[in-house]
């Protein structure tokens, strides 16, 4: 027996459930969310003042010395004078100021993209490697990332000695160069930022190689599968089907890598210590430390230092908004 739908006013349709003839199916009510409770907030308060005592502080006391003119004698116990934005106009007009700024940008991006392609690169054949080889590629990689950078910068700096440097005496005796006979690496700029980079990227390589990887260990294999089995190659299935999974984790590690070879200062500040010339090879880092504690224009260096807060903090806003973007997903 055919049961019919006796409500007053049922639209056709209804009675099997769905929606009326020709109406576009309602979205479902997107939930709510709820209001932010004061425990957390609670939680965070400690931490919080800590962290302003110890950053805050600084930075507040970093901005007021950027408008004043503060050298060695002030530090002594001189009043200091007000310049206000005097420094900052010094610095932006400064060409100096300007060399070393695009000399840090170029180097960074150079260390960032080599750094990415090279820490995919590894992630992909870690997941290919059996499991004897990825843990002796994994242990050498943590006791790469493990080294800190001042102990790195000497090794490497004993490497690429002019005298008694092992690059050298492959060069030569291995592959018959005998321009590389004591062939100085530090004092041409090209050469020094070719070792600072090969540097800064072995100690950065295994934070990429680790957090990709653990992002292609999360791939669907049947999404791989199904792509193999429609004909993809290895590059495409990375392009089409792995990239778009580990986009979110791509972006980040890049905004980090970013951030941490903009502000780089140990490993440039120790080579030019080994042989480098610190008027051809500053980075911001290194050039703020010149001007402020070995210059003792700390009114100048102050300036130069919040530039660099202000280029590094429009970077992490950029990183804060995706993490934000993507817990919203």
């Given at each position: 027996?055919?049961?019919?739908?006796?409500?007053?006013?049922?639209?056709?349709?209804?009675?099997?459930?769905?929606?009326?003839?020709?109406?576009?199916?309602?979205?479902?009510?997107?939930?709510?969310?709820?209001?932010?409770?004061?425990?957390?907030?609670?939680?965070?308060?400690?931490?919080?003042?800590?962290?302003?005592?110890?950053?805050?502080?600084?930075?507040?006391?970093?901005?007021?010395?950027?408008?004043?003119?503060?050298?060695?004698?002030?530090?002594?116990?001189?009043?200091?004078?007000?310049?206000?934005?005097?420094?900052?106009?010094?610095?932006?007009?400064?060409?100096?100021?300007?060399?070393?700024?695009?000399?840090?940008?170029?180097?960074?991006?150079?260390?960032?993209?080599?750094?990415?392609?090279?820490?995919?690169?590894?992630?992909?054949?870690?997941?290919?490697?059996?499991?004897?080889?990825?843990?002796?590629?994994?242990?050498?990689?943590?006791?790469?990332?493990?080294?800190?950078?001042?102990?790195?910068?000497?090794?490497?700096?004993?490497?690429?000695?002019?005298?008694?440097?092992?690059?050298?005496?492959?060069l030569v005796?291995?592959?018959?160069?005998?321009?590389?006979?004591?062939?100085?690496?530090?004092?041409?700029?090209?050469?020094?930022?070719?070792?600072?980079?090969?540097?800064?990227?072995?100690?950065?390589?295994?934070?990429?190689?680790?957090?990709?990887?653990?992002?292609?260990?999360?791939?669907?294999?049947?999404?791989?599968?199904?792509?193999?089995?429609?004909?993809?190659g290895g590059?495409?299935?990375?392009?089409?089907?792995?990239?778009?999974?580990?986009?979110?984790?791509?972006?980040?590690?890049?905004?980090?890598?970013?951030?941490?070879?903009?502000?780089?200062?140990?490993?440039?500040?120790?080579?030019?210590?080994?042989?480098?010339?610190?008027?051809?090879?500053?980075?911001?880092?290194?050039?703020?430390?010149?001007?402020?504690?070995?210059?003792?224009?700390?009114?100048?260096?102050?300036?130069?230092?919040?530039?660099?807060?202000?280029?590094?903090?429009?970077?992490?806003?950029?990183?804060?908004?995706?993490?934000?973007?993507e817990e919203?997903?």
């Amino acid at each position: 027996m055919t049961t019919v739908d006796r409500r007053v006013g049922a639209a056709p349709g209804d009675a099997l459930g769905g929606h009326p003839a020709g109406a576009p199916p309602s979205r479902p009510p997107r939930p709510r969310r709820r209001r932010g409770r004061p425990t957390p907030y609670a939680l965070l308060t400690p931490a919080l003042i800590v962290l302003t005592l110890i950053v805050g502080w600084p930075l507040v006391q970093l901005l007021v010395t950027s408008f004043q003119e503060f050298g060695r004698a002030q530090v002594f116990g001189a009043p200091p004078e007000w310049v206000w934005f005097g420094n900052y106009a010094d610095v932006l007009s400064d060409p100096v100021f300007w060399s070393v700024l695009v000399r840090t940008v170029l180097f960074a991006g150079v260390c960032v993209i080599t750094t990415m392609v090279l820490g995919t690169l590894i992630a992909v054949m870690m997941t290919r490697l059996n499991r004897g080889f990825r843990l002796l590629l994994t242990i050498g990689m943590l006791l790469a990332w493990a080294m800190p950078p001042l102990t790195s910068t000497v090794v490497w700096g004993w490497m690429f000695d002019t005298d008694y440097g092992v690059v050298n005496h492959v060069l030569v005796n291995a592959f018959g160069l005998d321009e590389y006979v004591q062939h100085s690496w530090l004092i041409e700029p090209l050469s020094f930022f070719l070792v600072a980079g090969v540097i800064i990227v072995w100690g950065a390589i295994p934070f990429v190689a680790f957090t990709l990887y653990a992002g292609l260990t999360q791939v669907p294999e049947e999404v791989l599968e199904a792509a193999q089995l429609d004909g993809a190659g290895g590059i495409t299935r990375f392009r089409l089907v792995v990239f778009p999974f580990l986009k979110p984790i791509f972006l980040i590690t890049a905004i980090l890598q970013i951030i941490w070879d903009l502000k780089v200062f140990t490993q440039i500040f120790a080579l030019q210590d080994i042989g480098g010339i610190r008027a051809l090879t500053n980075t911001l880092g290194v050039y703020i430390y010149q001007t402020s504690i070995a210059g003792g224009d700390f009114g100048h260096g102050g300036a130069i230092a919040v530039i660099t807060a202000v280029l590094l903090m429009s970077i992490s806003i950029s990183y804060v908004r995706q993490v934000t973007r993507e817990e919203e997903l």
